[in-house]
């Protein structure tokens, strides 16, 4: 069973920064594409980042484009996602997700297995 755990939320004033990481217990981790998604209040759950399982292609949701950068360690089967120049906006209960198919997907039906979620909350 693969189980994801995030980490790393809180609340920050608008233009801070935040570093969201995500263990993983998948063998081999490679295998795995991950992505990041969010559900604001009242809203559905959105795309925000995926990288491939050897990290070398990496796809943004526009709204967080040249802010947000997707990584990961695959030695310390952990993905992060880097959260510079914060917005109100951004305010959201994240979560990792992993994908078999390992195509980076921005789809979360793409995904198989998904963490519990970390909030993250941005002031004006």
């Known amino acids: 069973q693969v189980q994801l755990a995030e980490s790393g939320g809180g609340s920050v004033q608008a233009g801070g920064s935040l570093r969201l990481s995500c263990v993983v217990t998948?063998?081999?981790?490679?295998?795995?594409?991950m992505g990041w998604f969010r559900q604001a209040p009242e809203k559905e759950r959105e795309f925000v980042a995926a990288?491939?399982?050897?990290?070398?292609?990496?796809l943004y949701a526009d709204s967080v484009k040249g802010r947000f950068t997707i990584s990961r360690d695959n030695a310390k089967n952990t993905v992060y996602l880097q959260q510079n120049s914060l917005k109100p906006d951004d305010t959201a209960v994240y979560y990792c997700?992993?994908?078999?198919?390992?195509?980076?997907?921005?789809?979360?039906?793409?995904?198989?297995?998904w963490g519990q979620g970390t909030r993250v909350t941005v002031s004006s």
């Open positions: 998948a063998r081999p981790f490679s295998w795995y594409s």
């Open positions: 990288i491939d399982g050897n990290g070398g292609s990496e």
């Open positions: 997700a992993a994908s078999i198919r390992g195509l980076g997907s921005s789809s979360e039906y793409d995904y198989d297995y």
